[in-house]
Structure formats: C-alpha cells, structure tokens
C-alpha cells in the first residue's frame, strides 16, 4: 500500500472514527441529563461506519460491518423497545410503564431510571441499524441500466 | 348476545390491556418476523398474529359498548391524558379496529400462494411480512391513539411500510417502481400538510391531545391559525383518504403493487385515513363552526359528487381490471364523503356503513383478481373473457363482490347506499339522490364489462379448462363474498357499528 494516494485520508479517518464512536456513546448516555438522546447518538455512531466506508471502500465496510448484521441490529432495537412495554405490563402496570418494571414502591425510581436507558438502547441499536442499512442501500445499488445504453 | 360471553372468556390480560395490546402485538413480532430466514414460518406467525389482533378488536368492542362512558382510556406510561399519550377508543374506532384486524387476518391468510408465486426473491419474504405487520400496526395505532401528534407518528409507520411493499410489486411489473415513488412523494406531503395543521392548532390551544384540543377550540373559532390548521388537516387527511382531486396516487399503486398488498390498502388504508378525516371533521373541529359548516358544503359535498361521478367515468374506460376497481376506490370514496358532508348522525353513519361495506366488496374482488393473476397471469378485461367457466368459484365470489358494488338488493352494497339515500333526502338533497343513481349506473357498465367477459365471451385459450386460484385463497375470497350477501339481508351487525360510530364521532346521545 506504499502508492496508496489516499493514505492521508485513511489515516486522519482511523484517528476520527473512534473519536466519532465515543462521542456517539457521549450523546447517548448524556442524553439523560442534556440535550441529546438516543436518535441522534445511533446517527453519530452510523456516520462513523460511513466514514469507514468512504475511505476504505465499501466492501471493507460490509466485511467489518455486515448488512444482515445491521438489519438485524435494527430489529432488536425495536424488539428491546417493544419488549420493555410488554414487561412493565407483565409486571402489572401499563404499558411502558417504567415504574412498574421492579415492582418497586411509589417512592423508589429505579424502574424510571432503567426503563428509560433500556428504551433508549433500543432506539440507539434501531436508529443505527436503519441508518447503516440506509446507506448500504443507496451505496450499494448497481444501476440496472448501463449509461452508455442510455 | 355472543360478545358477552367473548368478554367472560376473556383472559385478565385481554380485558386489561386489550386497547394497546391490539397496536403492541403486531409492533413486537414485525421484528422477529424480520430477521426470520424462513418465509413459510413467517408467514404463519404472521397469520397468527393477526387473529389475535383481531381477537383483541373483538374484546374491545365488546368492551366499549358494554362500558357505561362508551369510550375506553388507556394512559401509555400511566402518564394521565393531557400531558401523556392516550389511547381512547370510542364506537368509532372499535369499528375501525375491527375492520382493519378482520381484513389483516383474511388477507393475512391468502397472502401465502401470491407472495410466494409473485416475489421471486425468497429471502426477503420475512421483511416482507415485518412490512405487512408495521403497516398493520401503523394503521391500528391510527385508529386507537387520542393524540394528535400519535396518529402522525403512526400514519408515518404504515405509510412508510406501504411504501415499500408497493415497490415490492416491481419484482412482476416495473411499474410499481414509479408507483410507490409516486405514492411516496404524495403520502408524505399529504403526512406533511397533516403535520403543520397540528402545529397550527397547537400554536392556538397549546395542546396535542384530541379531546383537550376539542376543550379549547370553541374559544378560539375565530382564530386564524386554528383556521389554517383546519384547512391543513382538512388536506393532509384528504389526500391519504385518497379524496378527489387529491387521488393520482392510488391507480397506480393499486394496479402495480402485489396482489396480496393491493387486497389489503384498498380495504384499510384509505378506510383509516378517512376514519382520521371524521375524526376531526367531527370530534376536534364541531360542525356548528361557521368555516367547517363552508368547507361541508363548498368542499367536502362537491368534491365527493365529483369523484362519484368523474372516477365512475374514468373507470368505466379502463383496460385493466384492477385500474377499473381502483378508479371504482376514488368513486366509492366519494360516496362516503358525501354522507360525512351532510353533517348530521344518519349521513356519517351511512358514510361509516359504507365504509364498512366497501372494505368488503373491493377485499373480495382484489382477492378473486390475485387468484386470477395467480391461475393465468392478466389483468386485462380480455383476459377474463371465459374464466366464468374455467374458474367459476373464483369467478362467482367475484360477481357476489361485484353485484354488491354496483348495489343490487340483498348485497351490502345496497344497503350503505339505501342508507345514504335515506341521509340525503332527510336533508332535501334530492339532486345528490338522483347523481347516487346515475353514478351507481356508471358501475353497472364497469363491473358489467367485467362480467360479461367472464360470463358470455368463450375462453381465449380454450385448452385452459379448468384451472381454480387454490383454496387458501378461496376461502378467504368467500368469507368475504358470503359476508357481502350476509350483510345485505341482515344488516343489523353493520348499520349498528356505523350507528354507533356516527353516535360516538358526533357525541350525541344514541339515536337507535
């Protein structure tokens, strides 16, 4: 790779993408606190994986990041959301809620607390998920139609 | 009465929980069903969650008229209504419910020998039917939630996956690629003028909860942005609701997607939308508003006629079968406008009824046409000529679904238009009467072209004898097509739901 005229941009890339990763957790977990939250967290982390791809190929990217990984990473994010709605109901209270999840007494709030990271993991690994499978989409798509038959 | 004994064996999780359970169950399993590698299995899993969604719309029904209020409020998160998400279910939507959940369910079953015949692509099959269920969830959550900017969300939800499973018609007809672009770009403007109606109104009262935004309106009737937001949601709705003019979207989508999705949108999609559109005409926005009161008669009246008439034109000079009964869609649309304009209990019951009814009919003959797509492969008329004999159970049930369309005595058909007759003439519409006649004339020819290819004409491959769509999908086609003729002798199951619905949407006491 000594001829590689895209070194300088694949080296500041590799420095970036873990940067990008840590600030993607950052919004996610500060989201409780602060502005931020899950949804734009799992745009953060996505654009980390796009960047991956933009300097390294594409092919790269889905051998590191495979599409039916990302799919089903979008699943269980949903599945996780859905799911805590059903065990807060399971657990006698209504749907989603979080206070019923530990069947604790009114005063304790740790079923506010975990209720809302759970749900908002969910929403990171759906968002994520989608937005990686997005890109692979419209990155990936071969034109059926050649442009010289045009 | 057999809903009760439904309601005492109902489990404690069903009675407790059955208004979101209805929109959770279908949401929880399109996951799953999404990373199946088996299409088979998820097509099963499919099926059986939407028996029990449609279980569960049966317990909701019960509960809401056996309820002394009438109307069924669940707190999502147990935060209490203004400020949390409610989901409220009234006459109304448990109408709505039960009709999407029964729908999802027949349709659900006959979707396996035309999805598996027409997507090539075998391991999409459970994205597929994850993209059925979101829809399905979509358009259920539609019809629950009492919160305006929910429904947004929702109606997002089933649009989005609508979308995608019209494109997954390209894999038969390349047209169905332009076609769902087409519905993509027309569905989010019509979610986006929806969206900034809601703005509008909550610019002016300061809430998104339906029932609260309801509280606050009458203060504010001479508002302009309550005005604006009207006029918005008024065209946001009309346009998913597939509304003439606002319908360019729907042929297309109707004729090119996969049978299997066309069976299902053109029995709940537009229903739902116009569910919403009631929704507000009616419970947010109150009739006795001078600028509802214009938009009844200077809108909502002239453009149903126009589409009951224009579309009933245009579908009588169509080539296709299904473009026929997708322009036979906007005309029938514009039926149920026309009851829901008058503005009193009767029409929007006979709207609501028609509705109903109309679900039935175009289920039906969506579903005989997949068994024909399936069996010999065109959707001209000239390719029907002779199936009467070569495939004659499909072929009756279509012509029991057709006859009620049209509106001949004892099918559904003709009671919803009695009953809208009756709604119009109370008023002293006469004139409106006479163009119901005239545009019911019109379905004569279309459906009678159809006929007498199918019926009179011999068989354009005479070696084709015998060939019948297979039975998982005639079964659901007659259930439906017995449904159609059941409903017009005893129509007392329907016209009450309507009833009550129109009941429930104007807040009157019941009318019975």
């Known amino acids: ?150 | 009465m057999t809903l009760e004994s439904v309601l005492t064996s109902a489990p404690a999780w069903a009675l407790a929980h059955a208004p979101i359970l209805i929109v959770a169950v279908p949401m929880l399993i399109a996951p799953l069903v999404a990373i199946l590698p088996n299409g088979r299995a998820a097509w099963l899993i499919s099926v059986l969650t939407a028996a029990v969604s449609f279980y569960l719309a049966i317990v909701t029904l019960g509960l809401v008229q056996s309820s002394p209020t009438g109307v069924l409020s669940y707190e999502i998160g147990r935060w209490p209504p203004p400020i949390g998400i409610e989901f409220r279910t009234d006459a109304l939507n448990a109408m709505i419910l039960l009709l999407v959940t029964g729908i999802g369910f027949l349709a659900s079953v006959f979707s396996w020998p035309t999805i598996a015949s027409e997507l090539k692509n075998r391991n999409k099959l459970g994205m597929f039917y994850a993209a059925f269920l979101l829809c399905m969830a979509g358009l259920l959550g539609v019809a629950s939630t009492g919160d305006a900017f929910n429904l947004f969300v929702f109606l997002e939800i089933s649009s989005l996956a609508t979308y995608v499973m019209v494109a997954m018609g390209a894999q038969r007809d390349r047209r169905a690629l332009p076609a769902a672009f087409n519905y993509l770009i027309m569905g989010t403007l019509g979610a986006s003028f929806y969206i900034i109606g809601i703005g509008f109104l909550y610019a002016a009262t300061g809430t998104l909860n339906m029932a609260d935004i309801a509280d606050r309106l009458p203060a504010l009737t001479t508002s302009r942005s309550v005005q604006v937001g009207f006029a918005f949601i008024i065209v946001g709705l009309g346009l998913k609701a597939a509304m003439w003019p606002l319908h360019q979207w729907l042929p297309n989508a109707y004729s090119y997607s996969p049978s299997f999705v066309t069976v299902f949108l053109s029995a709940t999609a537009t229903k739902v939308a116009l569910y919403a559109l009631v929704r507000f005409l009616f419970t947010v926005f109150r009739p006795e508003y001078s600028f509802e009161l214009a938009s009844f008669s200077w809108i909502l009246a002239p453009l149903g006629i126009a589409a009951m008439v224009i579309c009933s034109f245009q579908a009588v000079f169509q080539t296709d079968v299904r473009r026929v009964l997708a322009y036979s869609s906007v005309a029938q649309v514009g039926y149920m406008l026309l009851g829901v304009s008058l503005a009193t209990a009767p029409g929007v019951a006979a709207g609501l009824l028609h509705l109903f009814n109309h679900a039935l009919m175009k289920g039906a003959l969506f579903m005989a046409i997949a068994g024909i797509v399936m069996t010999h492969q065109g959707t001209t008329i000239r390719d029907f000529a002779g199936l009467g004999r070569t495939a004659p159970w499909t072929m009756t049930a279509f012509a029991i679904a057709g006859l009620s369309l049209i509106g001949v005595p004892l099918t559904a058909g003709f009671i919803s238009k009695l009953q809208l007759g009756y709604a119009l003439f109370a008023e002293g519409w006469w004139w409106a009467v006479l163009l119901v006649v005239f545009s019911s004339f019109l379905a004569v020819f279309y459906v009678g072209r159809i006929l007498q290819a199918a019926f009179f004409q011999p068989p354009i491959n005479p070696r084709k004898t015998h060939k019948e769509a297979p039975l998982l999908i005639l079964v659901p086609l007659w259930i439906l097509a017995l449904a159609n003729l059941y409903f017009g002798i005893a129509a007392d199951f329907p016209l009450g739901l309507a009833r009550d619905g129109a009941v429930a949407a104007l807040g009157l006491e019941a009318f019975r």
């Not at chain 1, 799911?83 to 006698?92: A, D, E, H, R």
């Not at chain 1, 990171?124 to 139609?145: D, H, P, S, W």
């Open chain 1, 1 to 150: 790779m000594k001829s590689d005229h895209h070194v300088i941009l694949r080296v500041i890339g590799k420095c970036f993408i873990p940067l990008i990763v840590i600030y993607g957790f950052y919004v996610q977990f500060h989201g409780e606190v602060g502005p931020g939250g899950a949804f734009q967290a799992g745009v953060v982390l996505a654009v980390a994986i796009i960047l991956h791809s933009l300097t390294f190929g594409l092919a790269t990217t889905m051998r590191a990041v495979p599409p039916v990984f990302a799919r089903t990473l979008a699943a269980v994010g949903v599945l996780i959301y859905v799911g805590v709605g059903f065990w807060s109901m399971m657990q006698g209270g209504l749907f989603l809620e979080y206070q019923a999840l530990f069947g604790e007494p009114p005063g304790g709030h740790d079923g506010q607390h975990a209720g809302i990271i759970i749900v908002e993991l969910g929403v990171l690994f759906a968002v994520t998920g989608a937005m990686i499978t997005i890109f692979y989409a419209l990155a990936g798509r071969v034109a059926e139609i050649r442009d010289e038959d045009w």
